[in-house]
């Protein structure tokens, strides 16, 4: 079963996804961990000075270009792992300025 049959047929079927399939939907998810561990140090250290602002805002706008394509050839693992680095990356852009020192300087 393609990732386009899981899309057309839905999330209940992801049980009948090849073994590649489920290994490459649970790296993409897992790969965005990353994000979840800056966010955790940033607000651990209740400082944001050593990470760059523009970079999550690139990552952010990266997301939405993968979440295009994803949706445009119904590939559930690019949209579901995109859409997961959306999320995230706004989450840590928020972050960021809720912690950076010197508000003027966030680039």
Do not use: C, R
Not at 78 to 105: C, E, Q, R
């Amino acid at each position: 079963m393609s990732t386009t049959d899981v899309w057309e047929k839905g999330w209940k079927n992801l049980g009948n996804m090849n073994p590649i399939d489920k290994y490459m939907l649970f790296m993409a998810i897992f790969g965005k961990a990353f994000l979840v561990l800056q966010i955790i140090k940033i607000i651990v250290d209740k400082s944001s000075e050593s990470v760059s602002f523009i970079a999550y805002v690139l990552y952010f706008v990266v997301s939405i270009s993968w979440i295009l394509f994803g949706v445009h050839y119904q590939e559930t693992i690019v949209t579901t792992s995109s859409f997961i680095g959306l999320v995230f990356s706004l989450v840590a852009m928020i972050v960021v300025l809720l912690y950076k020192d010197n508000k003027s300087d966030i680039f």
